[in-house]
């Protein structure tokens, strides 16, 4: 069983209820890393009888941070449409709420489209070189990452030297893993923080709210296989303890698969 599956997996409590555990292999500096609550919730929808469709939208609140050890979640179906659906989820641990979501799932149909956004240019996969994980342990060394522009760099440099916000780079998981939606929502925020890049300055900061934005359907995510996808990353605002970041996942086919924003919050 790929890492991914086996930190995600779900037991069914009843019709609403899962159980579930942390995992250390998606561990961060505050507990879970955000894009594998954001995962195991999207598996929440996925395995669920009543699903109609496949995702479209997922929306993450993080309320609070989670504990190791086990935590539930309870889905519910809100509402079921020709189109839509909507769910409504709770990640707990007793009594204390440690995130929020809302799932929308979609019936995708052949019908016009059009694809005006393009692939940002980069160097091809093979020529850029492999970040060096060693050493450090958690959600990092779940993913195989190849900068072509924004790497991270902590290397002391004069605090006037700000760097551009922006990231561009091959990743996939680490060992190899098919595509599917469950890891497309943690992809979306395997993001180097902004702050990070432009400062090279280790601070605390956490994500408040992320959306992820699903364009893939289920044909296009078999065509992506296991192959590295291109991220591009970015931030307009940092202010108030407050900045946002929006990114894109790119197919190799140059389709784009997801795009997602949030706001994240840092201390000085």
Known sequence: MHPLDEATRLERLDRERLAARTSTLY??????FGGFTAAVLTRAVMEDERRQGTPVALTVNYCAAITEGPFEIAAREVRTGKSTQHWSLELAQGDRIGATASVVCGQRREVWSHHPATSPAIPPYESVSRFDIQGRGGWVSQYEFRFAKGGIDFTPRDPADLRAPVSLLWMRDHPERPLDYVSLASMSDAFIIRAFVVRGVM??????????????????????????????ADAAIFTGGFADQTAH?????????????????YKE
């Open 27 to 32: 561990t961060n500096i505050n507990g879970p």
């Open 203 to 232: 601070t605390l900061v956490g994500t408040v709210t992320l959306t992820t934005y699903f364009h893939a359907d289920e044909a296009a995510l078999k065509e992506q296989g296991a192959a590295p996808l291109i991220g591009h």
């Open 249 to 265: 996942l790119w197919g190799t086919n140059g389709k784009l698969l997801a795009s997602s924003t949030q706001i994240v919050w």
